[in-house]
Every structure is written in C-alpha cells, then in structure tokens.
C-alpha cells in the first residue's frame, strides 16, 4: 500500500525543488516558501510581495509560448534578460510591467522547450519590492535544469508493509529490528499505539519502507502540471 506523497510528482531538497516524473529540477532564493501544486509549482517570498511560477503552456513551442503571454492585455514588455547557458534552455525573456495604478506589478518571463514540453517560468514582484527581488528572481528562472541525480530519479513511493512479530517487543524493539523510513512517532500513529507502548506476539505491526524526502519547504500537493 503507498503511504504519503508520491516523490515522482515533485518535491523539496531544502532551496532545491526536483521533479523525477518531468526530470527537471530549479533552485530557489532562500527563505522562500515553496507550494508543489496540481497545477503550477509556486514559490512566495518571506514578505508575500514576489513570487515565481513555474507551468506548462500547452503550447508546441516557445515562440508560440511567448507570443500568447507578452501579447496579453495589460503587459507591456521593458527589456530583456538571458538565462546564459542553461540545459535545457529558458528562452524568449523578458522583464515587463503588467497592470496600472494600484494594480501594477513588474515581472519577468522565460519560456523552455524541453523533453517535448513547453515550460513557462514566471516571476512577478511588487513595484517597491523589485530593486530588492530582481536577481533573486533572475537566478531562480534562470536555474532550470535537466534533473540527473539518480538517486532523485529513481524515488519511489514509500509503502506499508505487515509484519507478524513473534514475541511481545516494545515499538521502538519493533523499529530497530524491522527499520522503518519515517520516524517513531509517525509509526507509532499508524499502529495505534504510544511510542512507548508495546506490542504482542503475532500481532500485525505495521512499517513503512521507500524514498523519504523528509522535511519539505513548503505545502506539497500531489498532481501534475
């Protein structure tokens, strides 16, 4: 039976987020909350005045991709930027104003072809918080990258597994002689029991084995983009 969040659909490696499903992976500012949604990933800044976006467009290419953003009501484009040398490349960027008044924003944009998939990074700001994002955000769009880390790319899904126990042990007995990937207290949960409770002979006692990426860097939901 799986148990938790499939790693294959996208996770966190402290500023690191890798997806082995789409094998890409994007590094993101420090201090940054990061939300894996069904639909986009997002990453907020601390003070909630910038975030970056990563999506697929639906389009067939980034030209395709760029022309129905840029050519959107409202965005006006200020100049461009150059992700360097990057593997897969983040094409077509540009910083822009969108919106008027009060409702103003500055962002950036850049588009990428990549495993036949076109991806769009997307990086919005506050007028009085974009001197103190750019780079920030420049870096993090710029950073997309083909995903190689086998160790990323082969995670499976942790699973439950039943063990009958032979003799009366105590929880933490049962998870030293039957190791479990997620800590005492989670396993002590799906058993119904205390951490320091104790189980008997021929009772079906519950581990949980597989990839744990462990503490994420922000709320993960499952699904694709």
Known sequence: MPFGADPTEGFFVGRRFVHPGLRFELLLPDGWTGYNQKQALVVVSPEKDAIVQLTLTGESSVDSAARAFYGQQGISVRSSWDDGQ????????????????????????GFADYDQRVYRLLAISKPD??????????????SFERLTDREYLNAQPMRVELVRIDRDMSLDEFQRRYPSDIDLDRLAVINGVEPDGQLRRDQRVKRVVGFNPGPQMGVELRGDY
């Open 86 to 109: 990057g593997v897969p490349r983040v094409d077509a960027g540009r910083r822009f104003q969108a919106g008027s008044g009060d409702r103003t924003l500055y962002g950036m944009a």
């Open 129 to 142: 918080a974009w001197r103190k994002n750019e780079r920030q955000l420049e870096d993090a769009l710029a």
